[in-house]
């Protein structure tokens, strides 16, 4: 509601505008006309121009749906185990920051630009979730979908729909087994400022991974590259190293990383090793921006994973010799 009537006032600042190019425009004075007028009305025009795509950003902000599904999550010991491992090794990046799926961090303090605010969720039951189906919320992590309908921007923005459907159905169970702790956060977590719907309406901003409805699934865990590849597919490391996992490049939204090619010339414990601690094998501390501590977090058969796949990446050999 805030966004449509600041919008709002931004149409009537250009109205003025032009208003004022009128009333000068009309005067007796030739200097005022000619001085005046044309500034008022091309600050008009390109303000109006500026609330034009501020709607449209609008749109864009509701435009976002997908079907929640029917189904309820069974709450085994091994799914809510399972639930936890995900949890701990990709969720707790930006909803643990200062307790066990807490949230209540702007991400948006994180973006190359100041777009709005992007606060992560309290995913325990103090939040919204208690509120929430099971569709609802495996809604949410694959469609970035809210209980409401509203589009959840960051979720969106991750690969967290990568995550198969029964990997999904964990988190669930996981989630559903925690005891309510920290603060209740906004039940709107991610709004746009006027800057984020002008860029959203100019299409300088992505509108989310598409949505998808059919069924994901993972291969069988072990210590395979193709497992890596699973792992790889809901982690986001691409969205800082590249698709290619060559190296970012200028103008992504995330931080730019460096290949990942460059693991190859890591022996296995090494890369474990960096995983687990941030430092890497030539003493260097990994970047804050680098979510190892979460990605630490996953057991020695997943690790192992990421590297069989990281090894066997375009250029890995090189970096090998």
């Given at each position: 509601?805030?966004?449509?009537?600041?919008v709002?006032?931004?149409?009537?600042?250009g109205?003025?505008?032009?208003?004022?190019?009128?009333?000068t425009?009309?005067?007796?004075?030739?200097l005022?006309t000619?001085?005046?007028?044309?500034?008022?009305?091309?600050?008009?025009?390109?303000?109006?121009?500026?609330?034009?795509?501020?709607?449209?950003?609008?749109?864009?902000?509701?435009?976002?749906?997908?079907?929640?599904?029917?189904?309820?999550a069974?709450?085994?010991?091994?799914?809510i185990?399972r639930?936890?491992?995900?949890?701990?090794?990709?969720?707790?990046?930006c909803?643990?920051p200062?307790?066990?799926?807490?949230?209540?961090?702007?991400?948006g303090?994180?973006?190359?630009?100041?777009?709005?605010?992007?606060?992560?969720s309290?995913?325990t039951?103090?939040g919204?979730?208690r509120?929430?189906?099971?569709?609802?919320?495996?809604?949410?992590?694959?469609?970035?979908?809210?209980?409401?309908?509203?589009?959840?921007v960051?979720?969106?923005?991750?690969?967290?729909?990568?995550?198969?459907?029964?990997?999904?159905?964990?988190?669930?169970?996981y989630?559903r087994?925690?005891?309510?702790?920290g603060?209740?956060?906004?039940?709107?977590?991610?709004?746009?400022?006027?800057?984020?719907?002008?860029?959203?309406?100019?299409?300088?901003?992505?509108?989310?991974?598409?949505?998808?409805?059919?069924v994901?699934?993972?291969?069988?865990?072990e210590?395979?590259?193709?497992?890596?590849?699973?792992?790889m597919?809901y982690?986001?490391?691409r969205?800082c190293?590249?698709?290619?996992l060559?190296?970012?490049?200028?103008?992504?939204?995330?931080?730019?990383?460096?290949?990942?090619s460059?693991?190859?010339?890591?022996?296995?414990?090494?890369?474990?090793?960096?995983?687990?601690?941030?430092?890497?094998?030539?003493?260097?501390?990994?970047?804050?921006?680098?979510?190892?501590?979460?990605?630490?977090?996953?057991?020695?058969?997943?690790?192992?994973?990421?590297?069989?796949?990281?090894?066997h990446l375009?250029?890995?050999?090189?970096?090998?010799?």
């Amino acid at each position: 509601m805030l966004n449509i009537v600041l919008v709002f006032i931004v149409f009537v600042a250009g109205g003025l505008l032009f208003w004022l190019g009128l009333l000068t425009w009309r005067g007796q004075s030739k200097l005022m006309t000619w001085a005046v007028t044309p500034l008022a009305v091309l600050s008009a025009a390109a303000i109006c121009f500026a609330g034009v795509l501020m709607v449209a950003g609008l749109t864009k902000m509701h435009a976002r749906g997908a079907p929640a599904p029917d189904l309820t999550a069974a709450s085994t010991r091994q799914q809510i185990r399972r639930g936890e491992a995900i949890a701990n090794s990709f969720c707790a990046g930006c909803h643990s920051p200062n307790g066990t799926l807490t949230g209540g961090i702007d991400v948006g303090k994180d973006l190359p630009a100041p777009i709005g605010t992007f606060i992560s969720s309290n995913l325990t039951p103090a939040g919204q979730l208690r509120h929430w189906s099971d569709g609802q919320i495996f809604r949410a992590i694959r469609n970035g979908v809210d209980a409401d309908g509203r589009w959840l921007v960051i979720m969106s923005y991750t690969n967290a729909g990568k995550l198969s459907d029964d990997d999904i159905h964990a988190v669930i169970a996981y989630l559903r087994s925690l005891p309510a702790a920290g603060a209740a956060t906004a039940t709107a977590p991610d709004q746009f400022n006027l800057l984020g719907l002008f860029m959203l309406g100019a299409g300088l901003l992505p509108t989310g991974k598409p949505v998808f409805t059919g069924v994901v699934t993972a291969p069988v865990k072990e210590p395979t590259e193709r497992y890596g590849a699973y792992i790889m597919s809901y982690q986001d490391c691409r969205e800082c190293h590249g698709k290619d996992l060559m190296g970012g490049v200028q103008g992504q939204m995330a931080p730019i990383g460096p290949g990942l090619s460059l693991t190859a010339s890591w022996k296995l414990s090494e890369f474990i090793a960096t995983m687990r601690t941030g430092i890497d094998p030539s003493g260097h501390q990994l970047s804050k921006e680098m979510p190892w501590q979460p990605i630490g977090k996953m057991d020695d058969v997943e690790l192992e994973a990421l590297y069989r796949f990281l090894t066997h990446l375009p250029g890995a050999q090189a970096a090998q010799n």
